[in-house]
């Protein structure tokens, strides 16, 4: 009995960990392009701060991360110390933050940007994510289908706008996933978009994980307690 307990322990903790996400970038001068060696990398994490010292190449990967948004801070004695805000971390995905430009400094200034995240990842073009926060301002969001449609290239909706047709593959070649389990093939549900997490498309480079799909591929993560609770924390943050 005790080890049938610790098998299922150790493939919930294991079920756990590959929820989680990480940040890579690289911190550079930006007056001599050349990398910051040592700069110090961290995030503010459940009022903890988790971080690393870059290498002396200026590359730096942090890691695990519960999905959400982050501020990531980037210092070293010589530059002005420089915050990215809203940083976006996603489970099972690597976050690409790319150069971290630094200018020198002597007043102890500290440089603040919003981070913005690219539509398309550089590590997969085939592959358009949609974070929960930019779906509550689009207003087409009640509409998941009618959305997909007018953001993907290729995607075109059948007469009745009930089936997806990706790249003029038959709709049977397309499949939906939501929170890992495939729900439906050739259509997409409707999910409140208050309710999603990320969404994800693939029209190519489908992963194996995936099945052998030769249409496209729509990856909806809804939001779980916790991340109900974040955002009452930070709307009670923000009143007046």
Known sequence: MKLLTMIFGMISIGAMAQNYGEIKGRVMDEVL??????????????????????????????????PGRYDLHVKDVRFT??????????SNEITFIGVIGMTFNTLG???????IEPLIRPDNPE?????????????????TRAMIVSLIPGVTASADGQQ???????????????DGVKVTA?????VPSNAIQNLSVYTGGIPAKYGDMTGGVVV?????????????QRQLTNLP
């Open 164 to 178: 997806l047709y990706f790249r003029g593959s038959r709709p049977e070649n397309m499949v939906t996933f939501i």
């Open 81 to 90: 110390e420089s915050i990215k805000k809203g940083v976006e971390v996603r």
């Open 109 to 115: 200034v500290v440089e603040v940007k919003e981070y």
């Open 33 to 66: 392009g050349e990398p910051v060696p040592f700069a110090h990398v961290w995030v503010d994490h459940a009022g903890d701060a988790i971080g690393v010292v870059a290498d002396d190449d200026g590359r730096f990967a942090i890691k695990p991360f519960e």
């Open 220 to 232: 909806i993560e809804t939001k779980g307690y916790m991340d109900f609770y974040r955002e009452s």
């Open 127 to 143: 592959k358009i994510t949609i974070s929960g926060p930019d779906l509550r301002q689009r207003a087409d969001a009640r509409n």
């Open 186 to 190: 050739g259509e997409v549900p409707n």
